[in-house]
């Protein structure tokens, strides 16, 4: 069965960096566009980042742009979100997700854009 396994998620202090991984077994990798979203408790899912299928396309939310870096390997069939220069506020739950296209702006930035979802991974920034 197809599915999206993130990992790397754990407690870091602010200041620190961390490396989330996604995978996607059962699916055809290098076909799909690939994102981030995130989940404080308490809040909205809120867009991080998301590729292209070739990678050659990326946006970012506000909130992480500058920090936080989207990439893919389609021959690991792994995307990666290096995240530097946390903050308490990036605390919260981080999924990926999949989309079978690249869209405009305003639907690759969005959580209804993506039909497919991991089960997230939490990320805790302490100060």
């Known amino acids: 069965q197809a599915q999206l396994v993130e990992s790397g998620g754990r407690l870091v202090q602010a200041g620190g960096s961390l490396n989330l991984s996604c995978t996607t077994p059962?699916?055809?990798?290098?076909?799909?566009?690939l994102g981030w979203f995130r989940q404080a408790p308490g809040k909205e899912r809120e867009f991080v980042a998301t590729?292209?299928?070739?990678?050659?396309?990326?946006e970012y939310g506000d909130s992480v742009r500058g920090r936080f870096a989207i990439s893919r390997d389609n021959r690991q069939k792994t995307m990666f979100l290096q995240m530097n220069s946390l903050r308490s506020e990036d605390t919260g739950v981080y999924y990926c997700?999949?989309?079978?296209?690249?869209?405009?702006?305003?639907?690759?930035?969005?959580?209804?854009?993506?039909?497919?979802w991991g089960q997230g991974t939490q990320v805790t920034v302490s100060t």
């Open positions: 059962g699916f055809t990798f290098n076909l799909l566009s």
């Open positions: 590729i292209s299928p070739s990678g050659r396309g990326a």
């Open positions: 997700c999949a989309a079978d296209r690249w869209a405009s702006f305003a639907e690759i930035t969005s959580s209804t854009h993506y039909p497919h």
